[in-house]
Structures are given as C-alpha cells and as structure tokens.
C-alpha cells in the first residue's frame, strides 16, 4: 500500500469576497504521478501556492510527509520541493552555480547528488554554462535538479511543459516518470492538457471553479470522458431539436437549417433515428465520430474558468 506522501483536507481560500477554493481535498501517494487537471483559472496554481507555503488558506489542513504546515512549517516544507510558474535562477551563473547556491540554502550541498541530478535531467554537457544561454526546455531541466538538491518526497511543478516542444515534454515525462516509479517520490504536476496528462500520470484530479470534481486513475478517466460519440444527423435540426424535446436536451450539441449534433452511444442511434421519424422529421445521412479528448475534458468540467 502506497503511503499518501501529500494531503489536503478541506482546503478553502477566498480573494476579497471570492470564495476561490471551496472544501478541496486529496492525497498524492508515493511512488506515483498524480495529474492536477483543470482549465486555466479554475483554482490549480492558487492550490499548489498554499501547499508551496508561498499562501496562506483560510481554512483547511495541508500534511507533506506527515507534518501538518500549522504545526511545524519547516519541518514540512523540508520534505518539499518544486516550481511554481518558471523556475527562478541566477541568469548570470552557471546552472551547476545555481544548483551549488541552492544546496547551500538547504544545508545539503554534496558534489557527488549534484553530478547524480545533472546526470538525471540530461544537462552534463551544458551545466557549466550560464543559465541565459539556456533554452525553456534546459531550465526547466536544471529546476527540476533545483526542486530536487534536499532530496525532498514531494515534488510538485505548476504547468511544467508550458513552452516545450514535443522532445522536451517527452525527457520531462521520462524524468518525473523514473522519480516517481524507480525513486518512490511523490510527484504532482498540474496542466490543462488532458492529453498530456493521459501520458504521464497514474491518477488525476479535476478542479474547475475551485472545486475538486473527481480524483480517479487516468485509464477511468479516459474511459468514462470516451464513453459517448458525436452523431451528427443531416436534418433540419432546429426541428429536431424540438421534436426531441427536453429528453435529449442536454446531448445536443449544436443544431441548425442543416443538421442536429448529439452526444449519443451507439445504443442511442436506432433510437434518435425513430423519434425523429415519427416526429415527422425528414433523415438524410448520420455519421458517428469519437469525441476528442479535449471535447471530453470540457464537457466534464463544463468549460471551466475562474480564479487561477
């Protein structure tokens, strides 16, 4: 059984009168990568700045590797590690520099762990140079080494492929992947991609508004958002519309003069197709195709949005 490295219980944060976070609660367990997943704004960097200590809840316990953050803060936030929006470096420094700088902050600089994380993220021939010659893959390589110089059980970053081309997200992906899987770290990666996150990790959670819709492994997650297809029925769809009714109003995706789109199973379609007939409405062709994962996601959090 997998020990919950990080757990949030009853988070609640407002801005003024904005009630931003509401009741949020999850655990992320070692060994796995848990896949924060919400639109942008729906609450993701907001959650992960109260867990970083960079804010305050207004309620609500957080507990990293056991420590509640109200009790004893740097105890907890000694076994945390992570970037929030870019990572912050010395652009005038060598990586190697920067990472030395950072051990040093935390009481743990040691050579030989410092030639372990160079090694791990793939920055042994460039660590040497100055970090403004870098390019977004290459610091996001070096702080993720960074997050990781106190040897922390919580590794979290905000949005970490933003930027990269596809080869970067992959090496970041193998990265977080050894960590995770072959380390035992607790790793948590927020994105609005659920694609992306269909990759990565083993269990997601779904904010959106600030509220916490689902935590579930990805592979039930792809399956439950992929369970439907789009019929798209060549009719005079806003007379479909009506003959169908309030019975299907909330599948219909779009309709007009020309056709009626449908959030359907394939058991659905004998189905439409005899309720339109009797309703008097005159079929032309129907075509069935499988709703992206992108569709899907947005379906599920009904399009997101808020504060981020």
């Not at 109260?50 to 507990?63: C, Q, R, T």
């Not at 948590?188 to 492994?217: F, K, T, W, Y």
Request: proline share 3%.
């Amino acid at each position: 059984m997998r020990e919950s490295m990080l757990v949030i219980s009853h988070l609640n944060k407002h801005f003024g009168k904005r009630h931003v976070i509401k009741d949020l609660s999850l655990e992320a367990k070692g060994g796995e990568i848990f896949g924060f997943l919400g639109p942008n704004g729906a609450g993701k960097t907001t959650t992960i700045k109260m867990v970083m200590g960079f804010l305050f809840p207004d309620s609500g316990d957080i507990y990293i590797n056991g420590i509640n953050t109200k009790n004893d803060y740097e105890g907890a936030m000694a076994s945390i590690g992570g970037i929030v929006e870019n990572p912050e470096m010395y652009k005038n420094l060598s990586g190697r520099t920067n990472l030395e700088m950072y051990a040093r902050l935390h009481g743990t600089l040691d050579d030989k762990h410092i030639d372990e994380l160079v090694e791990m993220v793939g920055m042994k021939a460039r660590i040497q140079d100055k970090v403004r010659t870098y390019s977004l893959g290459m610091k996001q390589r070096v702080g993720v080494a960074q997050a990781l110089v106190h040897n922390p059980r919580v590794l979290i970053l905000d949005e970490p492929t933003n930027g990269l081309d596809p080869s970067g997200i992959k090496e970041l992906r193998d990265i977080l992947s050894y960590l995770a899987h072959e380390k035992g770290v607790s790793v948590m990666v927020s994105s609005h991609q659920l694609a992306e996150m269909a990759l990565m990790c083993d269990r997601v959670g779904i904010i959106s508004n600030g509220v916490l819709l689902s935590v579930e492994p990805i592979q039930e997650l792809l399956e439950r958002t992929q369970s439907e297809n789009i019929v798209d029925i060549k009719t005079d769809g806003n007379k479909a519309k009506e003959i169908l009714g309030e019975t299907w109003a909330e599948k219909v995706r779009s309709a007009n003069e020309k056709e009626i789109r449908i959030a359907a199973g394939k058991g659905d379609i004998p189905v439409l197709i005899q309720a339109l007939g009797a309703g008097g409405a005159e079929i032309y062709g129907i075509s069935e195709e499988k709703l992206t994962l992108e569709e899907a996601y947005l379906r599920l959090t009904e399009g997101g949005g808020g504060i981020a």
